[in-house]
């Protein structure tokens, strides 16, 4: 068998689960071991499959076998003529390098994991009128004259501020914004400006094939791929008793890993940038698939909401990742699986990150919003995600939509090979997908854009306090709500819960009749707004889930404003 048939082969069993699959496996990958493989595509394919085997193992050989294969690829690669070795560029493929505009806060990880790894790829920077704004931060006055004179370009002016100094460009920018971080606010932004073409060699750290967490034994696949057992809602509700809050130490090792696997893609999420080491949950769903659970540092929570994002491991593999914003009881979420695990178990995968938010929020109502089933999202559109959340029980919250989707369903079972066509899913995309559990109240739901409502109305409360600058404003509306609530000692609570308090105070002042509320629910208010500023926020959104009062009087001002 050639080389390119015998990569084919392996790519269209690598999630058949028999007896003779297993075997066929196992000696695809030690032929292919011994073989060179001279194209790009074919090398790209053959990882693909092996980071699939390793994920889904037949057995702990075929993971140490998929593993080893993935570890010789920078071999490989170095081995390629330079314009294959060009074609694998951006791949994410372990030898390969990278070239992306990564946002400020994935370049302080990459300064922080990986500096000399990373350069500033000057051929691909188009306009340095934004690079200029943000070097004029870190220049002295001392230095100004010259580099202000128009006789040294950025890149060069650089090269003379960092003389002898054994640092690549991009690390010697990022140490002197990493003095300043009393501005980091408005260095993120201006960075972000700039755009900055960035080069980077990942290594077998963090590359697809090789950026790992052990979090568990490795498992194998025996029986295969596994379904969700009957309705969704029951298996989301099924209890879920292995899971625990990962120590600092480990947090951090999830961050990184979950910070590689989308680096590597070109993608980011802000749930993984911000992510808080002190608040990792890891769900041990079986088969060695382990859903981890990432809560945000507390200088970058929501106001109102609990954001909290989500990476799903294979046998240590980062096969897919999203995020999650609760919020009294419901969760808005979607699911993003990676390209090589794609004809795993989705939809298995899904369910259960679900059950995980369920079994750590109490969540009883999920929300897809347009964008993860195609509005805006031609990836989406053209693999059909609205019919992959239909599936599982989701259902449009428009009655036309849903009239619509309910025959479209309809002509699916009866004409078989039928798709819908992207004039039909585009119209299916117009609004949001719910799935309800046992239990769950229409009654009980949030609208989305009263959150929008509640930060106008904040402001309108800052604008009435007697500062007019904004933090005094919000010091102002803390006073004014604790008066309220009769606690005069926050202004000894810890750091993070003042911040909460300054961030909660002006939403919870729009609340009309708070000194009618019982001594019982004003107690309680104080009590969540404490837990906002916690070490993590799992006590908040289920102190949250159970005060009824504040969902229903929030409520109740959000109708008002809409009417």
């Known amino acids: 068998m050639s080389i390119s048939a015998s990569i084919r082969k392996l790519h269209r069993i690598r999630g058949?689960?028999?007896?003779?699959?297993?075997?066929?496996?196992?000696?695809?990958?030690?032929?292919?071991?011994?073989?060179?493989?001279?194209?790009?595509?074919?090398?790209?394919?053959?990882?693909?499959?092996?980071?699939?085997?390793?994920?889904?193992?037949?057995?702990?050989?075929h993971y140490q076998s998929a593993r080893q294969a993935l570890q010789e690829f920078p071999r490989r690669i170095a081995s390629l003529s330079r314009r294959e070795a060009e074609a694998t560029t951006d791949t994410g493929i372990e030898g390969s390098r990278l070239h992306y505009r990564f946002s400020y806060d994935v370049a302080v990880w990459l300064a922080r994991r990986c500096p000399d790894a990373v350069e500033v790829a000057w051929e691909e920077v188009q306009t340095f009128e934004r690079l200029d704004e943000l070097l004029r931060q870190i220049v002295l006055p001392v230095e100004a004259d010259y580099y202000a004179s128009g006789k040294v370009s950025e890149r060069e002016w650089i090269s003379l501020a960092k003389g002898d100094q054994p640092f690549t460009d991009f690390r010697w920018l990022m140490v002197q914004l990493g003095k300043r971080q009393s501005a980091r606010r408005i260095l993120a932004q201006m960075y972000d400006a700039a755009d900055l073409p960035l080069s980077w060699q990942p290594g077998l750290k963090f590359a697809k094939g090789t950026n790992a967490l052990v979090v568990g034994r490795i498992k194998a696949r025996h029986r295969g791929m596994r379904n969700p057992r009957g309705r969704a809602g029951d298996e989301i509700e099924r209890p879920l008793r292995k899971i625990r809050r990962l120590q600092k130490s480990d947090g951090e090792n999830a961050i990184t890993t979950a910070m590689a696997a989308l680096a590597v893609r070109h993608r980011e999420t802000y749930h993984f940038n911000h992510a808080n080491p002190e608040e990792v949950y890891d769900a041990d769903v079986g088969y060695g698939v382990h859903i981890l659970v990432y809560g945000l540092l507390p200088g970058f929570r929501f106001s109102l909401e609990t954001t909290m994002g989500y990476l799903i491991l294979a046998n240590d593999m980062p096969?897919?990742?999203?995020?999650?914003?609760?919020?009294?009881?419901?969760?808005?979420?979607?699911?993003?699986?990676?390209?090589?695990?794609?004809?795993?178990?989705?939809?298995?995968?899904?369910v259960q990150v679900m059950r995980t938010y369920h079994r750590l929020f109490g969540c009883r109502h999920f929300v897809v919003n347009p964008?993860?089933?195609?509005?805006?999202?031609?990836?989406?559109?053209?693999?059909?995600?609205?019919?992959?959340?239909?599936?599982?029980?989701?259902?449009?919250?428009?009655?036309?939509?849903?009239?619509?989707?309910?025959?479209?369903?309809?002509?699916?079972?009866?004409?078989?090979?039928?798709?819908?066509?992207?004039?039909?899913?585009?119209?299916?995309?117009?609004?949001?997908?719910?799935?309800?559990?046992?239990?769950?109240?229409?009654?009980?739901?949030?609208?989305?854009?009263?959150?929008?409502?509640?930060?106008?109305?904040?402001?309108?409360?800052?604008?009435?306090?007697?500062?007019?600058?904004?933090?005094?404003?919000?010091?102002?509306?803390?006073?004014?709500?604790?008066?309220?609530?009769?606690?005069?000692?926050?202004?000894?609570?810890?750091?993070?819960?003042?911040?909460?308090?300054?961030?909660?105070?002006?939403?919870?002042?729009?609340?009309?009749?708070?000194?009618?509320?019982?001594?019982?629910?004003?107690?309680?208010?104080?009590?969540?707004?404490?837990?906002?500023?916690?070490?993590?926020?799992?006590?908040?959104?289920?102190?949250?889930?159970?005060?009824?009062?504040?969902?229903?009087?929030?409520?109740?001002?959000?109708?008002?404003?809409?009417?």
């Open 16 to 61: 058949v689960y028999t007896p003779e699959a297993a075997r066929e496996k196992l000696d695809l990958m030690d032929a292919l071991r011994r073989e060179q493989i001279p194209k790009a595509s074919l090398l790209g394919s053959f990882h693909q499959s092996l980071c699939f085997i390793r994920a889904f193992p037949d057995g702990v050989t």
């Open 371 to 563: 964008y993860q089933i195609g509005a805006g999202n031609i990836e989406a559109l053209r693999s059909g995600a609205f019919w992959f959340y239909y599936r599982l029980g989701f259902r449009p919250v428009e009655p036309d939509i849903a009239r619509l989707a309910a025959s479209e369903r309809i002509r699916v079972k009866a004409r078989k090979g039928y798709r819908s066509d992207i004039k039909t899913l585009k119209r299916l995309t117009r609004c949001d997908m719910h799935l309800r559990l046992s239990g769950a109240r229409k009654s009980q739901f949030f609208e989305e854009e009263w959150l929008e409502l509640c930060a106008a109305g904040a402001s309108a409360v800052l604008a009435g306090q007697k500062h007019v600058e904004r933090r005094s404003a919000a010091c102002d509306a803390a006073d004014g709500l604790m008066k309220t609530l009769g606690t005069d000692t926050y202004r000894d609570w810890a750091k993070n819960e003042q911040r909460a308090l300054l961030q909660q105070a002006p939403i919870m002042s729009l609340i009309p009749d708070l000194r009618k509320w019982s001594r019982r629910e004003r107690v309680d208010l104080v009590k969540l707004i404490r837990a906002k500023g916690g070490v993590g926020e799992k006590d908040y959104i289920n102190l949250m889930r159970k005060h009824d009062r504040l969902r229903r009087s929030l409520a109740r001002y959000c109708r008002n404003r809409a009417d």
């Open 319 to 350: 096969v897919g990742y999203g995020g999650a914003s609760a919020i009294f009881h419901q969760a808005n979420t979607g699911v993003n699986i990676f390209d090589e695990f794609r004809g795993s178990e989705a939809p298995y995968l899904w």
